[in-house]
């Protein structure tokens, strides 16, 4: 597949995180560039803040700085057809090279009409996809009036809205079709809105973290990792259950003191372990596998965002003081699965946890169908959280890769 040259249109003199659209227009940026566009972004001749935009972006600070304030509502100023040609003159100029323009609220708003009509008259080869990002309103009847425009169907392009609840609306707004208006809706992804760093970035596309269920982040210390310490084994035992109910998981273990030639095989062990309890490669992590300056630990703040990104802490240490990785699950909105033979930590979360005693039945069969019922009772508490499944669906669908993948790339190709 050839790739289309796409570019974005905007008015934008910075990218004031303030302006919601500009959020918009970073995290399409990054959609593009992750999946190997060359993206064209058009903004004013004094945009300043080109540090902001992601690497393997060209920007083009050509389009013209009009005074728009004489176009509110209905209005339009004598010299409106001087304005509209200076956008068709740039146009012309500057697009000819452009598939694919998408144009943020261009389209719609009353004072970007000189724009929109410049857009529609300019001779120029791109399709358009006209986001609209406001409420639509009432189709006016208008007559000698350049704001006419703002309620025609876009010339070779579609409308594009950020739900189904008002594309019809939109729709008639414009005077066409259903047909014609495509529903996007805004990402919101953790890694931008969060800003999380290169390397919980880079775990997050290599493990496709977001797409899973269930996330727990198990912080510890490698040679304390098994056995009568961390029970590191526990876990993978019950996120193997939780695979077997049907869930995708992703256990990740952000360890440390992990240099040793013992360590190394301890790790290499603990991941044949989990594969033979159902675990595919890449359901279970071990942070101090994916770098090498990490063998010592990572950052507290890696540790944090990974914490972040979970919604389950299964806690099955034997022994604890006052646990700071207890109160960081705590921190960051975890459901809690803790060892009920540990006293402090019922000292330190109350009763807002599970507790489960997690001592091994004598019989693997017995053993096996225990893991299985607490797993249930883990999914139950899981189901009913609301909060916790309303984060699990923003990931799951609101991250950009989803949202480009399934909603806006296939918009590139339906020009074909």
């Not at 009009?66 to 304005?83: A, G, M, N, Q, V």
């Not at 493990?207 to 210390?221: C, E, V």
């Not at 189901?383 to 499944?389: G, K, P, S, T, Y």
Request: charged share 25%.
């Amino acid at each position: 597949m050839n790739k289309k040259l796409i570019g974005i249109f905007t008015t934008f003199a910075d990218m004031q995180p303030s302006y919601s659209l500009c959020s918009v227009v970073l995290d399409q940026l990054h959609m593009l560039v992750k999946y190997n566009y060359k993206p064209v972004l058009f903004v004013l001749p004094n945009f300043k803040d080109e540090g902001l935009v992601p690497k393997g972006v060209e920007v083009r600070k050509v389009v013209p700085q009009l005074i728009l304030e004489p176009y509110k509502e209905l209005s339009y100023p004598d010299h409106w057809k001087e304005d509209v040609q200076k956008v068709k003159d740039m146009c012309e100029k500057n697009l000819q090279d452009i598939d694919i323009l998408i144009c943020h609220d261009i389209f719609f708003i009353d004072t970007y009409l000189p724009y929109n009509i410049g857009l529609r008259e300019a001779k120029i080869k791109c399709n358009f996809l006209a986001w609209t990002h406001s409420a639509p309103s009432t189709r006016p009847e208008l007559t000698d009036n350049p704001h006419a425009n703002r309620f025609h169907p876009i010339p070779r392009g579609k409308l594009v809205y950020l739900n189904h609840d008002k594309a019809l609306k939109l729709a008639e707004m414009y005077g066409c079709w259903l047909k014609d208006v495509r529903t996007v809706h805004n990402s919101r992804d953790p890694r931008t809105f969060w800003g999380l760093s290169n390397f919980t970035i880079q775990l997050i596309d290599k493990y496709s973290i977001l797409d899973a269920d269930i996330i727990s982040t198990y912080p510890l210390s490698t040679p304390r990792m098994l056995g009568a310490g961390k029970r590191l084994e526990v876990v993978i035992k019950l996120h193997s259950k939780l695979k077997e109910l049907g869930y995708k998981t992703r256990l990740i273990v952000p360890n440390a003191h992990a240099n040793a030639q013992r360590d190394q095989t301890a790790i290499a062990n603990t991941q044949v372990f989990a594969q033979e309890q159902g675990l595919e490669s890449g359901d279970l992590i071990f942070t101090s596998q994916e770098d090498e300056k990490y063998l010592q630990g990572v950052p507290g703040h890696i540790v944090s965002e990974l914490f972040r990104l979970s919604n389950i802490f299964i806690f099955p240490t034997t022994s604890e003081n006052s646990s700071l990785v207890l109160a960081e699950a705590m921190c960051s909105g975890n459901l809690l699965v803790l060892n009920s033979k540990v006293g402090t930590l019922r000292e330190h979360a109350g009763e807002k946890a599970l507790y489960f005693d997690f001592d091994y039945r004598d019989k693997k069969e017995e053993n096996e169908n225990y893991y299985l019922d607490l797993a249930k009772i883990i999914a139950s508490e899981f189901e009913q959280d609301r909060a916790l499944q309303a984060k699990k669906r923003v990931f799951q669908k609101q991250n950009y890769d989803y949202v480009f993948t399934k909603l806006i790339e296939p918009l590139f190709y339906e020009y074909e």
